[in-house]
């Protein structure tokens, strides 16, 4: 890629990669092979030993999965990134090299349902625990820390509430404390929101919504900013210390700012195999190359239809922080300063029953349990996505019975309209 390549537009089309080397083929071809052979062997020996960086065997790095890594990277401003099989995988890589049996991580009560179900249930079995607090309450999540917290983690716009977290203020917090501050960049995507502007150490990704973008392949991708000083605190011994996973090495002293993305390569991928396919990687390379222009549409059309719901009788509320009766309207300059996404929910005259019934009538929107699509999804996230968690953590997490979600696609918001106006008229009748 050129020096000339700096812009946004520019980089989500290039960045990674060039015409390859072989062939000419234009586009980032599907390198569908598990294997690549070595010049000789002490060229294999080299990339065995981490001297050389190449490719070896696709569990551990692909050329299609490795230019979608630098280009993710290159939109976040980060150094390096790893990609993983879903948005899940890239959240248990994220923390992989940071924890420890006993050890745990402060989190936001407003996250993604599953997520919510990952740190409070299956983390558990790795010997992790994850504590949940109101991020607004700065205090809180200090109280939180304690001398086994290794990272502290939110969403930047958290699905499904219209949220948005004062990322400067939570990183000044886990600054302070010495800990890596995590942030999952899905719902904002980095044409809206660049964590590592704001303090965050790691940024992970769902690839599966707006970065891929139409709905076809998951994935996922952890991003390292490269700037956390790993043997500081003497609190992450897997980057510090000699890894005895890999013959003693010493990450953080032999590849500085790359420490996170060679451990999450060297280790993570090679012994938890969460690998993204480059089958994936290719659908999401090529949907990144409109990714600005889809957000910026994705905003127009979510600012258009909040307002035109928050002014309908049949709707009790409307919780998007692009509205200025949102409590998070004035984070959205600085955190998010292009828009505050696509993604809300409201509450509907009658609650639940008027919910559901709404959700079986619309025509465009499609009922499903994903977002980030070019398509207007809907889900009542209450009896879906949010169904494991308690009313307590369904109303803490943004999904209380009496709202649906929206996640507003890229179609004409005239028509959308149409299609909640009607839907409004037979679910309140
Ligand atoms: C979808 C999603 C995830 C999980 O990603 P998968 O690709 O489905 O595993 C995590 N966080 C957020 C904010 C999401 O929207």
Redesign the pocket.
């Known amino acids: 890629m050129s020096d000339l390549a700096k812009g946004f537009d520019t980089l989500q089309i290039h960045a990674g990669a060039g015409p390859d080397p072989t062939t000419g083929a234009r586009q980032v071809p599907i390198y569908q092979s598990t294997a690549f052979v070595f010049r000789d062997a002490d060229h294999a020996a080299r990339l065995f030993n981490l001297e050389e960086v190449g490719y070896i065997y696709s569990r551990l790095t692909n050329p299609t999965v490795g230019a979608l890594q630098q280009r993710v990277a290159a939109l976040e401003g980060g150094v390096g990134a790893i990609g993983c ?7 248990i890589m994220a923390l992989f090299p940071l924890m420890a049996p006993g050890r745990n991580v402060v989190v936001s009560t407003r ?2 349902g ?2 919510v179900t990952q740190m409070t249930q299956t983390i558990r079995r790795f010997g992790w625990s994850a504590t949940f607090v109101d991020f607004d309450d700065l205090d809180a999540i200090r109280a939180a820390i304690d001398d086994d917290t290794r990272a502290v983690f939110c ?1 930047s716009i ?2 499904p509430g219209g949220y948005i977290t004062d990322l400067d203020a939570v990183a000044e917090v886990a600054r302070e404390a010495g800990l890596p501050l995590i942030v ?1 960049n ?2 904002a995507t980095p044409w809206l929101c660049r964590p590592f502007e704001h303090g965050a150490t790691l940024v ?6 707006y970065l891929t973008g139409n709905g076809t392949v ?3 991708v952890v991003v390292d900013s490269g700037t956390f000083d790993w043997s500081a605190s003497g609190k992450f011994p897997s980057l510090s210390e000699p890894e005895p996973a890999y013959h003693g090495l010493k990450f953080h002293e032999t590849f500085g700012k790359m420490a996170f993305t060679f451990h999450g390569v060297a280790i993570g991928l090679r012994d938890l195999g969460m690998t993204m396919n480059p089958q994936a990687a290719h659908y999401t390379l090529m949907g990144i190359e409109t990714l600005s222009l889809r957000m910026a549409r994705h905003v127009e059309n979510a600012v258009k239809i909040a307002n035109w719901l928050e002014k309908d009788p049949r709707v009790d509320y409307v919780t998007y922080a692009g509205l200025p009766s949102s409590p998070y309207h004035s984070r959205v300059e600085k955190i998010c300063p292009r828009g505050a996404g696509a993604l809300f929910t409201f509450a509907v005259k009658g609650g639940y029953d008027s919910c559901v019934k709404l959700i079986d009538a619309v025509e465009i929107f499609s009922h499903v349990a ?3 699509d070019a398509k207007s999804l809907i889900i009542h996230s209450a009896s879906t996505t949010h169904r494991q968690l308690d009313a307590n953590q369904q109303v803490a997490a943004g999904a209380p019975p009496e709202v649906v979600r929206v996640s507003i696609g890229i179609e004409d918001a005239d028509d959308l309209i149409a299609d909640l106006d009607q839907a409004l008229a037979k679910a309140t009748a």
């Open positions: 099989s879903s948005g899940h995988a890239a959240q996250l993604y599953g997520t969403e958290a699905n999952d899905t719902s992970v990704h769902s690839t599966t919504k998951t994935g996922g994903n977002l980030g």
